[in-house]
C-alpha cells in the first residue's frame, strides 16, 4: 500500500512538472498581434518582413501577422506611437529619432531594438563611364550642374545621400545654384533614369553585390565613386556610419577596391512592449534561422550570432533575455 501511494504521488509530481512546464511554454508561445511597417512593396524589406512575419508564426502559432508598406522614419514614429508593434529601420534613423534629430520633429527616446537585420546597408555612388564625373570632389571644385537621385525623403537613404554630399562641401543650395537639382526617388527609378540619361548620378545604401545594380551593368557602362578619408570619418562622427570598403571585383565594372561608409538594418520596437513577447519574437528568430537564410539571402551572410548587435541602438530587455538564453549574449 506504501509502496502505491508513493508511486501515485510521483506520478502526480511527474504530472504537475509537466503541466508546469507546459504553462511555461504556452506562456512563453502565447498568440501575438503584430503589424511590421517595413519598406515598398516589392523591396528587399518586404521580403525581410515577410520572413519575421513567417518566425513569429512559428514561434507563436495562432499569431496575427500583418505587413504594411513604409518607410524609415515613419516606421520608427510609428513603432514609438504605438500605431504599428515592429518597424524596419536604419539604424542611424532609429538613433536620429532618439535624438530629434531632422527629419523628426520631436524625440523618440522609447524606440529599441529586437534584432539587427543587415549589417551592411552600403553608400554605393554610381555615374555613367561615358560621364564626366569621378570624384564628389571633381563636383564641388568645378561646380558643376549634376543631377542627383537619391532614395525618397523620409529614408536613411536620403538621408545619407545628404550628409554624404554636406560632408564633401557640396550643399543642395550648391547644387541648385550651379544647375543642378535632386530628384527624390525609389532606387529602380533613379536607376532608370541613370539608364535614359535623365540622371548624372545615384546613390543608395544596400549591400553589395546588388542584385539591382548587376542587371542595371548588363545595359550600361558604370563607374562606382568611392569617399575621401576625411568624409568617411565626417559621416562616422556626425551620422553613425561605419567605414567599409568594397572589394575589387564586387562588380564586373569595378576592379578596383572602394572606400564607403555602411549603416545597419535593424528591427526596431517600443520599450513599452512586454518582455515576454519581444523575447518570443527574438526567439522565434533564433530558432527558425535556417528559414529566414532562405527566404532572404544576406541572413546567410550575417549568421545568427550577429542578431544582438544593434548598436548603437539598445536592446529591448525580453530579447536580450532571449538571447542569453541562446548563448548568443552574455
Do not use: C
Not at 535632386?182 to 549591400?207: E, F, P, S
Not at 528568430?285 to 527566404?295: F, N, P, Q
Not at 536580450?320 to 552574455?330: D, F, I, P, V
Request: charged content about 20%.
Amino acid at each position: 500500500m506504501r509502496m502505491m501511494r508513493t508511486n501515485n504521488w510521483r506520478r502526480g509530481a511527474v504530472l504537475a512538472a509537466a503541466m508546469l512546464a507546459a504553462g511555461a511554454a504556452a506562456a512563453w508561445a502565447a498568440p501575438l498581434k503584430i503589424t511590421l511597417a517595413g519598406g515598398s512593396v516589392g523591396g528587399a524589406w518586404s521580403a525581410m518582413g515577410a520572413a519575421i512575419g513567417e518566425t513569429i508564426r512559428l514561434a507563436a502559432p495562432g499569431s496575427s501577422f500583418t505587413y504594411e508598406p513604409g518607410v524609415d522614419a515613419a516606421n520608427v514614429q510609428l513603432v514609438s506611437n504605438g500605431k504599428v508593434q515592429l518597424g524596419i529601420a536604419h539604424a542611424q534613423m532609429a538613433l536620429r529619432g532618439i535624438r530629434g534629430t531632422a527629419p523628426f520633429k520631436q524625440k523618440t527616446p522609447d524606440i529599441r531594438a529586437i534584432a539587427l537585420l543587415d549589417p551592411q546597408a552600403a553608400v554605393q555612388i554610381l555615374v555613367r563611364a561615358d560621364g564626366k564625373i569621378t570624384s564628389l570632389d571633381q563636383i564641388r571644385q568645378n561646380k558643376m550642374p549634376v543631377r542627383v537621385a537619391f532614395n525618397k525623403r523620409g529614408t536613411m537613404m536620403a538621408v545619407a545621400g545628404e550628409e554624404v554630399f554636406k560632408a564633401a562641401g557640396i550643399s543642395t543650395a550648391d547644387i541648385a545654384q550651379w544647375g543642378g537639382r535632386i530628384d527624390y526617388v525609389d532606387y529602380n527609378t533613379g536607376l532608370a533614369q541613370l539608364k535614359n540619361g535623365q540622371t548624372d548620378l545615384v546613390l543608395n545604401m544596400l549591400a553589395f553585390p546588388s542584385a539591382q545594380v548587376k542587371n542595371m551593368a548588363r545595359d550600361v557602362d558604370l563607374r562606382l565613386i568611392g569617399l575621401d578619408q576625411a568624409v568617411i570619418d565626417k559621416l562616422s562622427a556626425d551620422v553613425g556610419t561605419k567605414p567599409v570598403t568594397i572589394p575589387a571585383g564586387t562588380y564586373p565594372f569595378a576592379q578596383e577596391a572602394v572606400n564607403t561608409v555602411t549603416g545597419m538594418v535593424v528591427l526596431v520596437v517600443s520599450d513599452k512592449m512586454p518582455d515576454a513577447e519581444a523575447a518570443t519574437i527574438a526567439k522565434g528568430l533564433v530558432d527558425h534561422y535556417g528559414y529566414l537564410e532562405k527566404a532572404y539571402p544576406p541572413f546567410a551572410r550575417m549568421g545568427a550570432k550577429a542578431l544582438p548587435d544593434v548598436a548603437p541602438l539598445t536592446l529591448h530587455p525580453g530579447a536580450a533575455q532571449a538571447y542569453k538564453a541562446a548563448g548568443l549574449l552574455k
